[in-house]
């Protein structure tokens, strides 16, 4: 026990890296920006206050003055997107549709980014046109900074056990810190490993070792012109061998210092130049994708969005846009009159309208292996809490009166215990809680006797009492783990 305590004592303790010291950027105001969980304008009435009887008249004024002229809760101008079956999703294409989608309730994705649609922005950042840093820098930014503290903690940890491993007398001190090589014949050699390899004439990987040095130096040749000294002063051209230094490889390196040239600053320069910005114009080429999902619920159940035939510009209608997205989640598309009611956007929309309207911020998750994310406010204040898996469950006793519909059920609803234990341990490493959605499949209803009209779609279809006949039961699990989770 007390030599522990001495070694622990002795081992070198973890200093605080330059990455606390750097100044932090100024984050933006998210509470300002996204102050409105939804692309609507509500009009609540003002607060009751018990010990002030003027506020009650200030109710009762606001009320009447509602009812008299009532005020408009949606956009003057509706949002606009266009169908592209080629990709699945509703392309929206206007500035000012993109920014009031996404800042209010989070909806769809940039083409060209991770998930903010950001791509102008950091375009005029990377010529020098903008200051400040986008969400996508931030979370490279702070990634890079975990990866290189890791590396700096898995150094300390590696001295330690080599200091150990001295002292033990189990690391030879005249190899420089490296474990005792032995040759082929069992007896122990000197020198680093790929001197003993190629001590034991290995002429292929000689030769192949000085054919890659003959081409880092032509290579180096053809970079640098003879007036090199002239653009990049004090640039060191360093061709070191393949061999180990230290225990490490040293690979050929270009090495700038004081008065190097590079894009950023020439964009740097450039920025400081009178009218810059309007010298320097750069057309956006980013547009959000909207899933199947989103698209409908701000259709159907909020009333901000429409959706638009790319080819015609004709506005689809909630029904016929309802047969549209079931067709095309099946793969091929089928026709209408093949639908079924577990179809995978029906089953989809279902869980996401059911979610949305408990006030989460649904999210794809299938970089967790769910189906959704849910967040409380959304992705930039705060993680995912929970991850959804839509399970369809065929309990009604239509599915299992004939053979046939009994062993169809059992193909779509059938999960093994594998594949639980599976999604629940990459939940809980990500810090997820897993919430398995058991949507009830009705029997077949109005959709299949309704007939379709010429273009495939069901135009006299009520999508409300189709959405009534579907009940969600949420089940939350949480992998329990001894060291965590026991008393």
């Known amino acids: 026990m007390t030599s522990q305590a001495a070694n622990n004592a002795t081992a070198p303790r973890a200093q605080p890296t330059e990455r606390h010291n750097l100044p932090r950027a100024t984050r933006p105001n998210y509470n300002q920006i996204h102050a409105l969980p939804m692309p609507l304008c509500t009009h609540p009435l003002p607060p009751l206050i018990p010990h002030n009887p003027l506020s009650l008249l200030q109710i009762v ?32 294409t206007d500035p000012r549709s993109i920014r009031a989608l996404w800042e209010m309730g989070f909806f769809g994705k940039g083409s060209l980014s991770r998930s903010e649609p950001s791509w102008l922005d950091r375009e005029k ?12 820098e931030v979370t490279r930014r702070r990634r890079e900074e975990r990866k290189e503290f890791k590396k700096e903690r898995a150094r300390r940890e590696r001295e330690v056990i080599e200091q150990k491993l001295r002292q033990e007398g189990k690391i030879d001190l005249i190899t420089g810190g490296l474990p005792v090589v032995h040759d082929f014949n069992g007896i122990a050699a000197d020198g680093p490993p790929a001197q003993l390899f190629y001590k034991h004439g ?14 880092v130096s032509s290579v180096s040749a053809e970079v640098l012109p003879d007036d090199s000294s002239s653009l990049l002063p004090q640039i060191e051209v360093v061709n070191q061998s393949l061999n180990f230094i230290n225990s490490k490889p040293v690979a050929p390196f270009i090495q700038p210092k004081e008065g190097r040239i590079s894009l950023t600053n020439i964009a740097g320069a450039a920025a400081m130049m009178p009218d810059a910005a309007e010298a320097i114009k750069i057309s956006n080429q980013e547009h ?5 999902e989103e698209a409908f619920f701000l259709l159907y159940g909020l009333g901000v969005l429409d959706v638009v035939h ?29 639908l079924r009611p577990d179809d995978p956007f029906l089953i989809s929309y279902v869980v996401y ?23 409380n406010r959304g992705p930039v204040f705060s993680h995912a809490e929970f991850g959804v898996m839509i399970i369809p469950s065929y309990s009604h006793s239509y599915w299992t009166a004939t053979p046939t519909r009994k062993k169809d059920a059992q193909r779509n609803d059938g999960k093994s215990w594998w594949w639980l234990h599976c999604v629940n341990r990459v939940q809980s490493q990500v810090r997820k ?55």
């Open 202 to 215: 290995n002429t292929e990987d000689e030769n192949r070792h000085d054919d890659l040095m003959e081409d």
């Open 433 to 487: 809680s897993l919430v398995l959605a058991y949507v009830d499949i009705p029997p077949p209803g109005d959709e299949t006797t309704i007939p379709a009209s010429a273009e495939g779609t069901h135009e006299g279809l009520d999508v409300g009492q189709v959405l009534k006949r579907y009940k969600i039961r949420e089940v939350t699990l949480k992998r329990w783990v001894p060291n965590r989770s026991r008393d």
């Open 125 to 136: 950042r990377r010529l020098g046109l903008l200051a400040g840093e986008t969400s996508e």
């Open 353 to 375: 309208h059911h979610f949305r309207s408990l006030g989460w911020v649904v999210r794809p998750g299938v970089k967790f292996a769910v189906d959704y994310l849910l967040y």
């Open 288 to 292: 959000l994708q909207l899933t199947f």
């Open 310 to 338: 790319q080819g015609t510009n004709a506005i689809f209608t909630t029904a016929s846009l309802f047969s549209l997205f079931r067709r095309h989640s099946y793969f091929p598309p089928r026709p209408s009159l093949d």
């Open 61 to 92: 004024y606001t009320y009447l003055a509602q009812v008299l002229r009532t005020p408009c809760s949606h956009p003057p101008v509706l949002y606009t997107g266009y169908v592209s079956l080629e990709t699945l999703s509703i392309h929206v």
